[in-house]
């Protein structure tokens, strides 16, 4: 019964910060996030080459 409380009791305890976790890793990609030289293309969903002339 002891083992099992404190399982749980550590188990509740490092919830919070295994859901901070997750939700730290995902970035969100727009076009200002884009390098010099290259723009958003909204079709693809991701950052293109800006052709030269």
Do not use: F, H, N, R
């Amino acid at each position: 019964m002891k083992t099992t409380l404190t399982a749980a009791v550590i188990a509740l305890m490092l919830l919070p910060s295994v859901a901070m976790a997750q939700c730290s890793g995902a970035k969100e990609i727009t076009a200002s996030s884009c390098k010099e030289g290259m723009t958003w293309d909204q079709a693809k969903g991701e950052c293109t080459l800006t052709p030269t002339t």
